[in-house]
């Protein structure tokens, strides 16, 4: 029965989630960039995004003629499966976890790296070449980010000693992480833009040179579920930076589901905050700094950190 | 047309003729190996309007309207070509103030121009904001040049011996106030663009021009101060009011993306030190030269001005034939030399190059297909 | 002074005619007439000195075309127009293996008025579609009185 409720809670939450989080994005760029954003429908256009989502819906389905038909069509839905299976192993607070299962971290970066399968699909059945390339692009961009994550999680983790994230949240009980890791925040917070596709690293959907990347043929709900999956797989990286860094839910006076909250929208902040101040890095110069920059950090912060508890 | 690659390695992608980034249509017919360019062929004409051929069949005055529609961002440096050639051809003389009407709305043209240029070039290269800061600029001087105009964007402001509107106390203040604010605002763009690492490393080193290739494509503007090569026609060949100011020519040493952004930010605040010196030093007089004759018929000859506009620069070459039509008007417009280099700095880049080349070359296509 | 030494330059290759125009009235400090054939060399001449070509104007009279040719200096002022007849079943020459931005200017004046010029890499229209099979800026000349 608390199964029942949890995925049902975490249905709800992923949908009410991505109408915040889109007008949330609307909102910040805006004020970034001296305007006011949206403000017509609803106090401040809180409810623009539910306006959006009623027209996605009534869009045309258009099936361009020579695409791989099933797989064209499964690719939305492959997407956007993972991620919501993420939030099973998610603390939201000490006793609010679907499952909390001893492997958890192993399982979100497994369902992780299953959305670039996703985008190759898109990518490749399109039958489009702008496609193509977005999805070549998102493949390489995806595989060699992940390695830095999981090499500054996997700093964490030693630290911490177990894969369950609830484990990780009650280590941080007398202090945050963050604040002996924050070489490692850093490199986790890049990571992750890249991993979600963010500027300065959107280039498998680059506007001005792909025209969409590899979502270019895909129209109404098809396109929107994409556009969901970003928003909720934003949400799940921040999630983890939450419990991984910034104690999860532990703070005082509040209770412990809205600091949670508070803590992974703040994350979703920085991260869009990113996005409007940045341009795009070019491809040669995104991969290099993957695997020249980020990877070598990435270990020498592990190799610390296993020496520094090695000693204790 | 490109032949296919018959290997399998090379393949052939277009960039247009509608694409977010082509600033018009223009379409680019691109031979890649993977993410490499091979080969890079513009192909141009979708916007083929047949200026010259207007100009043709209608009277001097009738073709006027036709300039601003040329190249639309700097609309009033192209009126400013034509009355001067057809001036030349007159025997008009064109009263001072006058001259220095045009200028003062000349520069703030290229202020508006160079400003979108910055905003949609960034966003080219993905960075969202600095186009909304560029247009909240723009959109002062737009207000400015609105109030004593009457149009924002393709202009029709100058006649044959003057122009037709005064410019009075409200235009004056309004532009000193419009100068201080946007000269606190270098800072803002400093810090947002010129500083920012993704940035330099996105245009330091990236399509570099040499000086040689300047002079064998006849490339002008910007592209060849970018280079090191300080020709600008209000210096080298002044014309109007120019030579009663002081300004200097930004140039650049590399030759690269950065330094052809850096010449155009630097050439925004030239403009408004010129605009600055000709509200200070405006002389009172007549704004319309006083014998315009009702039927334009000038002596047969030819003429040819040119002027700098933003991305160049703009020549008018006019032959009479001593008729009230002209026999023939060529206009040579910077972006046609401008692009034809694309094919060759193109060779072996990436596309995510190409779009930051082909924005640094700053084309206004419709200028190119007249 | 340019305008000396591009007039020494233009010396040897025995042009029709090299003579000072009125840069007030003209525009141009130069004016020059030359034969198709001499193009190419009058190229060379001027590249060697720095110019740049400025414009390439085709011209559409009577009994011939005209090519006017701009050449301009970005060191020194000096502004040189060359005007070329080219007899209506001619070709001219190109000088796009000396100045590459001719490259352009030369296809134009192909699409537009049927000029052909030999020695160039790739004729084809450039502002017209491929296939149209007409040349716009041609005049038709006799049809209707030019005048107001």
């Not at chain 1, 999981?150 to 700093?155: H, K, N, R, V």
Request: proline share 5%; charged share 20%.
């Amino acid at each position: 029965m608390g199964m029942l409720a949890g995925v049902i809670g975490v249905v709800t939450l992923v949908a009410v989630n991505a109408l915040f989080l889109i007008w949330m994005e609307r909102k910040v760029s805006a004020h970034m960039q001296l305007r006011p954003g949206p403000m017509e429908v609803g106090w401040h256009g809180a409810i623009q995004t539910v306006a959006d989502a009623l027209k996605l819906m009534g869009k045309e389905l258009i099936t361009p003629k020579d695409v791989d038909r099933w797989v064209y069509l499964a690719a939305p839905i492959v997407v956007f499966l993972p991620v919501l299976l993420s939030f099973l192993v998610i603390p939201f607070s000490q006793s609010l976890v679907i499952r909390d299962m001893n492997v958890g971290v192993l399982l979100i970066l497994a369902f992780a790296a299953l959305t670039v399968l996703a985008v190759l699909m898109a990518g490749w059945a399109s039958n489009n070449k702008y496609s193509v390339f977005g999805a070549i692009r998102s493949v390489a961009q995806n595989i060699a980010y992940e390695i830095p994550l999981l090499i500054t999680l996997m700093s964490i983790i030693i630290m911490v000693g177990s894969l369950s994230l609830v484990d990780i949240v009650n280590a941080q009980s007398q202090y945050w992480f963050v604040l002996v890791q924050p070489v490692a925040f850093i490199l986790y917070l890049t990571c992750a833009t890249a991993e979600t596709n963010r500027a300065p690293f959107d280039l498998p959907e680059a506007e001005s040179e792909l025209v969409a990347g590899f979502h270019t043929e895909y129209s109404g709900m098809r396109f929107a579920l994409f556009f969901l999956a970003e928003y909720t797989n934003m949400f799940i990286v921040a999630a983890v930076a939450t419990v991984f860094f910034l104690g999860g839910w532990q703070g005082p006076f509040l209770p412990g589901i809205v600091w949670f909250f508070l803590k992974v929208y703040f994350v979703i902040f920085i991260i869009m905050w990113f996005r409007w101040t940045f341009p795009r890095v070019r491809f040669d110069q995104l991969i290099t700094f993957a695997w020249k920059i980020l990877i070598p950090l990435a270990f020498a912060n592990l190799i610390i950190t296993a020496f520094i508890m090695k000693l204790r | 047309m490109l032949e296919r690659g018959l290997e399998e390695k090379t393949y052939v992608l277009n960039l247009g003729p509608q694409h977010p980034s082509t600033h018009g249509v223009l379409r680019v017919e691109l031979e890649m190996e993977g993410e490499f360019i091979i080969k890079a062929d513009p192909d141009i004409g979708y916007g083929h309007r047949g200026h010259e051929h207007m100009a043709e069949n209608r009277t001097y005055a009738q073709f006027l309207p036709n300039m601003g529609r040329v190249d639309y961002l700097h609309a009033l440096a192209y009126n400013q070509c034509y009355c001067m050639g057809v001036e030349k051809l007159l025997e008009l003389q064109v009263p001072e103030r006058a001259e220095y009407i045009r200028v003062i709305t000349a520069e703030l043209n290229r202020l508006t121009s160079h400003f979108l240029w910055v905003g949609a070039y960034l966003m080219d290269l993905g960075a969202f904001t600095p186009f909304l800061y560029c247009f909240d600029d723009r959109e002062q001087v737009l207000d400015l040049l609105d109030y004593l105009t009457g149009s924002r964007l393709t202009y029709c402001f100058y006649r044959f011996g003057g122009v037709p509107v005064d410019i009075d106390d409200d235009f004056t203040a309004g532009c000193r106030k419009f100068i201080q604010r946007l000269r606190g605002r270098w800072v803002d763009y400093d810090n947002l663009v010129t500083k920012n690492v993704i940035f330099i490393h996105r245009t330091r080193d990236v399509g570099v021009i040499t000086q040689e290739q300047c002079i064998k494509y006849g490339l002008t503007g910007p592209m060849v101060r970018g280079s090191g090569i300080p020709y600008d026609i209000r210096k080298s060949e002044p014309y109007s009011a120019y030579p009663a100011f002081d300004f200097e020519i930004p140039i650049g040493e590399r030759g690269d993306v950065m330094d052809r952004y850096l010449v155009r930010m630097r050439e925004m605040e030239q403009s408004l030190r010129i605009i600055e010196q000709a509200l200070d030093k405006l002389p009172a007089g007549p704004i319309m030269a006083e014998k315009i004759p009702k039927r334009l018929k000038p002596a047969a000859g030819e003429v040819y001005a040119a002027v700098e506009t933003a991305r160049g620069e703009f020549g008018c070459y006019i032959v009479s034939a001593g008729d009230t039509k002209p026999y023939r008007i060529k206009l040579r417009v910077p972006s046609f030399g401008n692009l034809s280099i694309l094919p060759e700095i193109a060779v072996d880049t990436l596309v995510a190059d190409l779009v930051a080349i082909l924005g640094s070359i700053d084309v206004v296509v419709p200028e190119i297909d007249r | 002074m340019l305008r000396d030494n591009i007039q020494k330059a233009l010396a040897p290759l025995q042009l029709e005619q090299v003579a000072v125009g009125d840069y007030a009235k003209t525009g141009c400090h130069l004016d020059a007439t030359a034969a198709p054939e001499q193009m190419p060399a009058v190229a060379e001449a001027l590249l060697s000195l720095g110019c740049f070509l400025e414009s390439l104007t085709c011209l559409h009279y009577p009994e011939h075309f005209t090519l006017v040719y701009h050449f301009a200096n970005f060191q020194e002022l000096c502004r040189l127009a060359v005007h070329v007849k080219v007899p209506f079943d001619q070709e001219a020459p190109s000088i796009s293996h000396i100045y590459p931005g001719a490259n352009w200017y030369e296809r134009e004046a192909y699409d537009l008025y049927g000029i052909r010029f030999t020695g160039h890499p790739d004729l084809r229209r450039i502002l017209l579609p491929f296939d149209a099979d007409f040349h716009p800026l041609l005049k038709k000349f006799g049809e209707s009185p030019a005048d107001a």
